[in-house]
């Protein structure tokens, strides 16, 4: 999907992935992710950033699991419900048999969170499918997305893991007490 879905997330999106990743005093905290490499990383113009992670001796064009990391341009105020209901709706028109799945939705530190399973049979970009699940997270000035992505129908042993990677996947703002960071932030690669 990431040739079909690239052009939607572009246009809201845009984000970091090492260890902690900053937008003024937000911090997006997620764990490292062993055996992965940075394959891309972009900051556009007006503020919106992405990073792609993929797994060593793989690409951004040739790829099996790639794990993704963006922050919104400044400004994006929608719900994780609303922001993510967006790429669902993207994903479906891009991939007509594609099924959604809500995961989960509440807040964590204070902050709007929604988790949200997208499948792909067969994506049309590249004719093979795919499964992702992306966790949005809603900043005070950002909206946050971290996803994980196979271009195979993955096992459920393989799947477990980046559910818990997401799960530990936070915001926290360094000046404000309604979203306290964790003492000891991880040190950026």
């Not at 049979?121 to 966790?135: D, H, I, L, M, V």
């Not at 997401?166 to 306290?180: F, M, R, T």
Request: charged fraction near 20%; proline fraction near 10%.
């Amino acid at each position: 999907m990431r040739y079909v879905i690239a052009p939607l997330l572009a246009s809201l999106l845009f984000a970091p992935a090492a260890f902690a990743q900053s937008s003024g005093s937000e911090q997006l905290l997620r764990p490292q992710a062993p055996g992965y490499v940075k394959a891309f990383e972009n900051t556009e113009a007006d503020g919106a950033r992405l990073w792609e992670y993929v797994p060593t001796g793989e690409n951004v064009q040739q790829w099996t699991e790639m794990l993704t990391v963006t922050a919104s341009r400044p400004g994006v105020h929608a719900t994780p419900r609303e922001f993510l209901g967006f790429i669902e709706r993207g994903w479906k028109g891009a991939c007509p048999d594609g099924v959604s799945s809500w995961i989960r939705e509440g807040q964590e530190n204070g902050y709007p969170f929604a988790l949200l399973m997208l499948t792909c049979p067969n994506n049309p970009a590249s004719g093979k499918p795919e499964y992702t699940w992306f966790k949005g997270i809603q900043g005070a000035d950002h909206f946050y997305v971290v996803q994980k992505a196979y271009r195979f129908a993955p096992e459920p042993e393989q799947v477990v893991p980046w559910v818990q990677y997401l799960s530990k996947v936070q915001l926290c703002d360094e000046q404000g007490s309604a979203h306290p960071c964790p003492r000891a932030v991880p040190a950026k690669p």
